[in-house]
């Protein structure tokens, strides 16, 4: 069913209730004491507070999942390098091209790092993401504490994020790896739901669907049309997940089944903001 444009505005995500803040729990050493738990959570509601806060006065929620992607998508397994380690933070990583635009949102964060300075800015940055989905109406995605903080010398080389001008080969060469794979592929992709693309960011523009403040199934009720609706972004990357019968199955069971996609994606996503972590 088609569905109306929404104004970019607050108006138009509702205020939905912060994650499970019951999954909270503080990872940092096998010395860490189970007294800790109780601060950890603490901390969690502290900058949740703050950050639905932002999201209620500025509907930023894209670009901070965007900020946590890109942050822990340069992980590579086989060398165990980058990850959800705030190195985005540092040149010459923040400088990538497709990082473009993202200093906007570790600008955003800087007074909630400053209001809540016993979190790392790579836990600060993935909470950000886990706020944002569940903010725009996706699902509680489980968050651990106790993520490093890089430094300058941990900055990853470019070209380890995908070219959305790019097909399934190119996905899988990304994906696979970090240790995703082809379901990963699939249920993460969904997260295009939220958001639009900025021609002076990535050399396109516009959103994947009607309403790009909320976090739905739509996505994939889109990309499966024959015909795309005018104005909304198909793009190759997009459409590599129609190649494979397998993929194409997946994608055709999450536009019918919207708590099949949440549940896969709340899988793949805390997996992705731990990448490198634990």
């Not at 900025?198 to 976090?215: A, I, M, V």
Request: proline residues 6%; hydrophobic residues 40%.
């Amino acid at each position: 069913p088609a569905r109306s444009p929404a104004a970019l505005s607050s108006r138009a995500t509702p205020f939905l209730a912060a994650p499970a803040l019951r999954t909270a729990t503080l990872r940092t050493n096998s010395s860490a004491s189970a007294a800790s738990t109780a601060p950890a959570m603490s901390l969690v509601e502290s900058v949740t507070a703050d950050l639905i806060k932002i999201y209620n006065e500025t509907p930023c929620m894209p670009i901070m999942v965007r900020l946590a992607w890109h942050d822990a998508g340069t992980f590579d397994v086989a060398s165990k390098t980058g990850g959800a380690n705030a190195s985005i933070r540092f040149m010459p990583e923040s400088g990538h091209g497709a990082n473009a635009g993202l200093k906007i949102a570790m600008d955003i964060l800087e007074p909630v790092k400053a209001a809540n300075p016993e979190i790392s800015y790579a836990d600060l940055y993935q909470l950000a993401s886990v706020v944002a989905i569940k903010h725009a109406g996706g699902p509680d995605i489980p968050f651990n504490l106790g993520r490093k903080d890089a430094t300058e010398k941990d900055t990853t080389p470019d070209g380890r994020l995908p070219d959305a001008d790019k097909k399934m080969n190119h996905l899988r060469e990304i994906f696979y790896r970090m240790g995703f794979n082809d379901h990963d592929i699939v249920a993460l992709s969904g997260a295009h739901a939220l958001g639009r693309a900025h021609k002076d960011r990535s050399g396109f523009e516009g959103p994947w669907t009607h309403e790009p403040l909320k976090f739905d199934n739509y996505y994939f009720i889109e990309i499966l049309k024959p015909d795309g609706d005018e104005g909304l972004l198909r793009l190759a990357s997009d459409m590599a997940l129609l190649d494979q019968e397998d993929t194409k199955a997946q994608c055709e069971l999450y536009a019918k089944d919207q708590a099949a996609f949440f549940k896969d994606y709340a899988v793949a996503h805390q997996k992705l903001s731990e990448l490198g972590a634990f």
